[in-house]
C-alpha cells in the first residue's frame, strides 16, 4: 500500500490560513459571443457561446482606476483568495498574496480573477458542452491561444466596465497572459507584472510538456479525447502532473525536501512499491489531480504555452519590435532556482524592454523552490508587489 | 544622503533622465525623484538593495552595470552617475565610452589615492595604506584599482571625454556633511566629484 507523503509544494499549494483572508467569495460568470457573433480565434476557427467564469474582490474605485487583473497558470482557476464557505478546508491558490492588507491588497484594489478559455473550471473548455452536438466539445474544442485567453479576458473586463486597468499580474503562463496584455490592449493596461515566465518558451519546456501530453493520450481511457460518458485517462493525467511537478521543483529543493530518504520504510521493497519518498510525493500530487482536473484541458492549456511566442506574433520575430507596442510600466521578476523559465529568459525580456525605453524594473529573487518559488510564502515577492502597485498607483493619479 | 551624492543632486537639473549605476538603496534617486522630478532608473547588482530600492518606488534594474549599460540607446539619459564605483570597474575606458554614448552627460565620483593621508602613509609606515574611504586590507578590498585627481585628469584626454566640472570634497563615505577644497585638492580632498561630457 502507498502512503502518502503530505508536503505543501505544488504549483498550487494548499497551505494554513496567512494572516487575515479576504472572507466568503463568490464563483460567477459571464457568457457572451452567442452565435452569430461567436468569438473568431487565431486558428481561424469560431467558438461561441463563451462562459468565463471570474471572481471580484474588493471595491472599484469612483473613477475605476484601481483595478487589478490576476491571471493564473496551468492548473489554476478564478479562485485566487477568500473561501466559499465557511467550511471550506482550504482557501484561493494565492491567499497568501491576495487579501486585507496583503501583496495584492483587497482594501486598496479592485481584483478580478477569472478562469483561463480552454480550462475546466467554470470557463468553457474541452469538457463544456458542445450546442451543436449536446454532448461535451472533447476533441472537437479548437486549439486555444493565450492571445484567445486574453481576448476572453478583455471581453469580461468590457462586461464589467473596466477600460483602464492598474496591474495584470501572473506567473508562469499566468505570466504569459501579463505579457500578451501589455502588447495587445497598451491602451488598457497601465503596469505589468509578468513573474517567472518566458515570452516563449524553450525547447526543454516544449518537451517536458510533449511527455505530459503524450503520457495522457497513451492512456487507453483518452479515446481521442471523447471519454467524459466513461472512465477519464486518470492514469495518464496523473503521470502528466508528475512530470510537470518534477519540472516545478528544482536538483536543490527535490535534495533537501526529499533526499535520498525511504517513505515509512527502512530496506528497500525490491519491488515497484514507491520506495523512495520522492516517488511517493509524484504518486500523491498525480493521483490528487486527477479529482480536480479534466485531461483534455491540460493538453489544450500546454499546448497553447507551447504556442506561445511574443516576438513572433507581435514583432516578426523581433521582442524589442514586440515590445515597441507598449507603454506600461513593469516588473519582471525571475527565480534562482527555476529551470523552468530561468532568470535568462527574464533577462532577455527586460533587455528588449531597456531599448525600447520602458519603465522597467527586474529582480532576480534567491529561492531554492524552483519554479515554485513564485506561489510558496516570499516576503520579498510580497514587498515588491505591494510597493511597486503603491507607486504605480500613486503616479498614475499623479496624470 | 552621503555628501558626495548631494553634490552631484545639485548638478542634475530639474525634470531630466538619469541613470544610477551602482546605486546602492536609491537614496541618490530617491532625492531626485521627490525633489527634482527627475526620471530615474537604477542598476544594483544585490537582490537585497534592489528590492529595497523597488520598495522605495524605484524603477531599478538588478544586474552587471558593465552589462546592463550595453542595451540602452544612444542619448537615453541626460546624467548617467557613476558614484565611488569607478575603482571597482575592470574596464574603466570601455565604461565611460558607454556612459557617455547612452548619456549625454556623465558623473564620475571616486576616492582620490593622492590624499595626504594614504600618500603619508604608505611613506612612513611602508604598508598598503588604509583610510577611511578605503578601509581594507590589500587581501579583501573590492577597490582594485587606485585612482587620483591628476590620474583622471590625465585619462580624460587619453580616452578622449572632456571635463566640463570638476569639485573635490572631503567627508568620509558615510559623513552627510563634508566640505569643498579648493586649496591643493590633490592633496587635501577624500574624493573628487567629475561631470564629463562628449569631446566634441
Given amino acids: ?399 | 544622503m552621503r555628501f558626495d551624492l548631494q553634490i552631484i543632486a545639485s548638478w542634475i537639473e530639474k525634470e531630466s533622465k538619469v541613470l544610477d549605476l551602482g546605486c546602492g538603496e536609491g537614496d541618490l534617486l530617491y532625492f531626485l525623484k521627490h525633489n527634482k522630478d527627475v526620471k530615474c532608473t537604477g542598476v544594483e547588482r544585490k537582490e537585497s538593495r534592489v528590492a529595497r530600492c523597488i520598495e522605495k518606488g524605484l524603477s531599478v534594474l538588478q544586474g552587471d552595470i558593465n552589462t546592463e549599460v550595453l542595451d540602452y540607446p544612444d542619448n537615453t539619459f541626460d546624467y548617467v552617475v557613476l558614484s565611488q564605483t569607478l575603482q571597482q570597474v575592470y574596464e574603466p575606458s570601455e565604461l565611460i565610452r558607454s556612459l557617455l554614448r547612452i548619456g549625454k552627460k556623465g558623473i564620475v565620483s571616486f576616492p582620490n589615492f593622492s590624499y595626504w593621508r594614504v600618500r603619508l602613509q604608505l611613506l612612513l609606515t611602508g604598508y598598503a595604506p588604509i583610510t577611511r574611504q578605503l578601509p581594507y586590507e590589500w587581501y579583501n578590498t573590492p577597490n582594485i584599482r587606485v585612482i587620483t585627481l591628476k590620474d583622471f585628469r590625465k585619462f580624460s584626454k587619453q580616452a578622449g571625454f572632456k571635463i566640463v566640472k570638476e569639485i573635490a570634497i572631503n567627508s568620509h563615505s558615510h559623513d552627510r556633511s563634508g566640505k569643498i577644497i579648493k586649496f591643493l585638492p590633490d592633496l587635501y580632498a577624500t574624493y573628487g566629484i567629475f561631470l564629463i561630457g562628449k569631446d566634441k
Fill in chain 1, 1 to 399: 500500500m502507498t502512503v502518502l507523503v503530505q508536503i505543501n509544494m505544488s504549483e498550487y499549494i494548499e497551505h494554513d490560513k496567512s494572516g487575515v483572508s479576504v472572507g466568503l467569495v463568490e464563483k460567477k460568470s459571464y457568457t457572451f459571443a452567442e452565435p452569430p457573433d461567436e468569438m473568431i480565434l487565431e486558428c481561424d476557427k469560431k467558438l461561441g457561446p463563451i462562459t468565463i467564469a471570474y471572481e471580484t474582490f474588493g471595491e472599484l474605485d469612483e473613477d475605476r482606476g484601481n483595478t487589478v487583473l490576476i491571471c493564473h497558470a496551468l492548473s489554476g482557476d478564478s479562485h485566487v483568495a477568500g473561501f466559499y464557505s465557511p467550511k471550506d478546508p482550504k482557501p484561493g491558490w494565492w491567499d497568501i498574496m491576495v487579501g486585507p492588507g496583503k501583496g495584492i491588497d483587497t482594501n486598496k484594489y479592485f481584483i478580478v480573477c477569472s478562469n483561463i478559455l480552454g480550462s475546466c473550471m467554470g470557463s468553457t473548455g474541452p469538457c463544456a458542452h458542445n450546442p451543436k452536438t449536446m454532448e461535451p466539445y472533447g476533441h472537437d474544442f479548437p486549439v486555444v491561444t493565450i492571445g484567445d485567453m486574453v481576448k476572453a479576458q478583455k471581453a469580461l473586463l468590457e462586461h464589467l466596465g473596466i477600460k483602464k486597468v492598474l496591474s495584470v499580474i501572473g506567473g508562469s503562463i499566468g505570466g504569459m497572459q501579463v505579457l500578451e496584455w501589455s502588447v495587445r490592449y497598451p491602451e488598457m493596461v497601465v503596469s505589468a507584472v509578468p513573474l517567472a515566465t518566458t515570452t516563449r518558451h524553450s525547447a526543454l519546456a516544449i518537451a517536458f510538456n510533449e511527455v505530459a501530453r503524450q503520457a495522457i493520450m497513451a492512456d487507453p481511457n483518452w479515446k481521442n479525447g471523447n471519454y467524459y460518458s466513461g472512465s477519464k485517462p486518470d492514469l495518464g493525467l496523473s503521470v502528466a502532473r508528475m512530470i510537470g511537478h518534477i519540472t516545478y521543483l528544482s536538483d536543490e529543493s527535490m535534495r533537501l525536501k526529499f533526499g535520498r530518504r525511504l517513505q515509512e520504510k527502512t530496506n528497500l521493497s525490491h519491488n515497484f512499491e514507491a520506495d523512495f519518498q520522492v516517488e511517493s510525493y509524484l504518486r500523491y500530487q498525480g493521483a490528487k489531480f486527477v479529482d480536480r482536473f479534466d485531461a483534455n484541458s491540460f493538453l489544450y492549456i500546454t499546448k497553447a504555452a507551447d504556442y506561445f511566442d511574443l516576438e513572433k506574433q507581435h514583432g516578426s520575430g523581433s521582442a524589442v519590435k514586440a515590445f515597441s507596442k507598449t507603454g506600461a510600466r513593469f516588473l519582471v521578476v525571475s527565480f534562482t532556482s527555476d529551470w523552468l523559465y530561468p532568470t535568462y529568459q527574464s533577462k532577455s525580456m527586460v533587455k528588449a524592454m531597456k531599448k525600447n525605453g520602458l519603465d522597467v524594473s527586474f529582480c532576480e529573487i534567491e529561492a531554492e523552490w524552483g519554479h515554485d518559488a513564485f506561489l510558496l510564502p516570499n516576503e520579498r515577492l510580497t514587498a515588491l508587489i505591494k510597493s511597486f502597485l503603491e507607486s504605480t498607483y500613486t503616479e498614475s493619479r499623479k496624470q
